[in-house]
């Protein structure tokens, strides 16, 4: 038992899966990555649009009040130019019209003074007071998402992460009922005869035998003894 060690993979099978989880792994956390940079850049880009627009209506507001206010500055300052210049005489009054087989009265212009020496500069007048603040136009319309832009290429691949930690070792189950002898099989066919043995010593000589019978002669017959090695028997052949 090796509980709490941590020991390497015994068979390639076991590195390759834990390769593979690692590249998994590591592939799901940079398509993580990319999903949110896109979000991240979607949500700038769209603040950014609304901010742009907000200022855009600020300013368009503030140049039409502008225009309103030198518009009223005109009309007020052409109306007091007609004042002055009835105060003056240059603008006379109309005469009264006739009425049937009567000449009307001709009406008196007005007199044309001369211009007198001119006076001092007068006072430097107060600053009106700021006029209120006119009412923020309403936001528009989100405008639609940009393209997304090209997908980055693949990051470089991480190392490879160290194998967990050996679990304990389980209790040992009990021990099963012992089943019933199966039938004896058939006897397996004969092995081949192996190789020869090497040849043993020359045996001592034995005591001389006796001779062969009158009408025979002696002979040696080769043959094999009960352990395969080669022997020579001698005999009395017939001739």
């Known amino acids: 038992m090796s509980s709490g060690v941590s020991s390497p993979p015994e068979t390639n099978g076991e590195s390759t899966v834990l390769l593979n989880r690692g590249v998994e792994a590591i592939e799901e956390g940079h398509r993580d990555t990319r999903r949110k940079f896109l979000w991240t850049w979607l949500a700038i880009g769209t ?28 009309e ?8 002055v210049r009835f105060l003056k005489g240059e603008d006379g009054l109309p005469g009264v019209p006739g009425k049937d087989g009567v000449v009307g009265a001709p009406g ?14 007068g006072p430097k007048g107060s600053t009106g007071a700021k006029g209120a603040t006119g009412a923020t136009g309403a ?13 980055g290429g693949p990051g470089p691949q991480g190392a490879p992460g160290s194998p967990g930690d050996a ?20 006897a397996g066919a004969v092995g081949p ?15 001389a035998g006796g001779s062969c019978p009158a009408g025979t002669t002696p002979t040696q017959v080769p043959a094999t003894d ?14």
């Open 47 to 74: 603040l950014a649009m609304l901010c742009g627009f907000g200022v855009a209506v600020g300013l368009t507001n503030a140049h039409n009040r502008s225009e309103d206010a030198k518009r009223r500055a005109a």
């Open 76 to 83: 007020v300052k052409a109306q007091s130019d007609d004042i």
């Open 108 to 121: 008196n212009p007005g007199a044309q003074g001369d211009p007198g020496p001119r006076g001092p500069a």
């Open 139 to 151: 936001v528009g319309a989100v405008g639609a998402a940009g393209a997304p832009g090209a997908q």
């Open 167 to 186: 679990g304990s070792d389980g209790p040992t189950g009990a021990r099963g009922a012992t089943g019933p002898t199966g039938k004896t099989g058939p």
């Open 193 to 207: 005869r192996g190789p020869a043995g090497p040849q043993g010593p020359v045996g001592a000589t034995g005591a």
């Open 226 to 239: 009960v352990n395969g090695r080669p022997v020579v028997i001698a005999a009395c052949a017939v001739p």
